[in-house]
DNA sequence: CCAACTGCGACCGTTCTAGTCCGAGTTTAG
DNA sequence: CTAAACTCGGACTAGAACGGTCGCAGTTGG
């Protein structure tokens, strides 16, 4: 609860070795498994959710590699997390096999919304600039 | 992530449940998961665990049941999420066995940190009484 | 004494996640 | 044109966490 997966503490930690680097330069993910001590293989796969989603850029070919596709201070920790953990989601009760309660649609389900809501505003405040 | 376990929601639905119950009263497990649509066996458990950590009084024997231990107003949403998720913890780099990397003590952790003290501090200014 | 309840621990099945492996496509260097 | 270095994407396995169930011991009220 109120838990990063790994994936999503990699991608923050990938996100702010690529900040504070030169316009044209780009780390390979290999370079950046290297140089931040994350497995090996993982990298490739967090680094590739992340350029799908248009948060980084990437070239192939031989000197290829990553780099931020918008100014660090553009992207937020709340975007990061929504690409690599996927849609958050407050409680499980939406999957459509369980109903809760009959009672209209769950009585705590507004409030719990709301904190949500407040939760991710939070998140949304962060930028990778401020890492 | 930013996903409440079922027992936290269970915990939550419960605890809503059993405020508006008249002082001397008190309601069985078994009631409450009837009541609520729970899963049978796994109300008990719930109730149990916030019955340890002070949040619920239980009273044993033929009439028995479960009863707030403070005014609802006095428990927080965060203190039952606690409980029941056990202690949060935003990042998993804590175990030990693995030091993310080796330069200083996790470049990310502080900012982190403070971002799940706001987290938390969401989820403290909400009380079992505004549900 | 009996019935109904809590309390607690042990126990499975399932689902999610982390992590690995492999093949295909792409670009640059020589 | 060939080879090397890199990205891309899916498939696959192992492990942990979670939800859920069962059973027994202790306790209280009729």
Known sequence: ???????????????????????GDALSARELAAQLGLPGDMTPKVLARLAQAG?????????????????????????????LDGEPGLAPCREGILECNRIE????KHPLDNLHQE????????SIAQL
Chains 1, 2 share one sequence.
């Open 1 to 23: 609860m109120i838990r990063l997966s790994r994936k999503s503490d990699y991608g923050l930690v990938a996100l702010k070795a690529l900040r504070g680097l030169e316009p």
């Open 55 to 83: 948060l980084v850029e990437s070239s192939m070919g031989k000197a290829g590699g990553y780099r931020l596709a918008r100014a660090a201070g553009d992207i937020s920790v709340a975007e990061v997390v929504r690409v």
């Open 105 to 108: 649609t769950c009585d705590i």
């Open 119 to 126: 939760v991710m505003r939070v998140l949304q405040g962060m």
